[in-house]
């Protein structure tokens, strides 16, 4: 069973703020969540689905791939100020 100290720092982690009755709630709950998972693990797969065990390409192929600088015109154009081919911006960070 998971203990009131192992959901607030699950909490903490998270960034969740939690009050005491909210971290007791989630202690008597968590197991349960747990187990719910454990059975969805097992579960057996439809037809037509297979699991991938494998790490896999997910990415389509690249049969058109486009001019380099095909885009760059129409997009510099949109540059609310621009200094040549570049955006200027804000200066954020300073190394001083």
């Known amino acids: 069973m998971a203990?009131?100290?192992d959901v607030r720092k699950l909490a903490s982690l998270a960034r969740i703020a939690l009050d005491?009755?909210?971290?007791t709630e989630y202690a008597q709950g968590f197991d349960t969540?747990?187990?719910?998972?454990?059975?969805?693990?097992?579960a057996p797969l439809?037809?037509?689905v297979q699991a991938q065990t494998q790490d896999s390409n997910v990415f389509r192929a690249d049969d058109r791939p486009y001019e380099r600088g095909q885009f760059?015109?129409?997009?510099?154009?949109?540059?609310?100020?621009?200094?040549?081919?570049y955006l200027v911006v804000k200066k954020i960070i300073s190394y001083d």
Do not use: C, M, R
């Open 33 to 42: 969540i747990v187990q719910y998972v454990s059975k969805l693990q097992n």
């Open 3 to 5: 203990s009131v100290d």
């Open 46 to 48: 439809s037809s037509g």
């Open 72 to 85: 760059t015109d129409d997009i510099v154009a949109q540059f609310p100020k621009k200094d040549d081919d």
């Open 20 to 23: 005491e009755k909210e971290l």
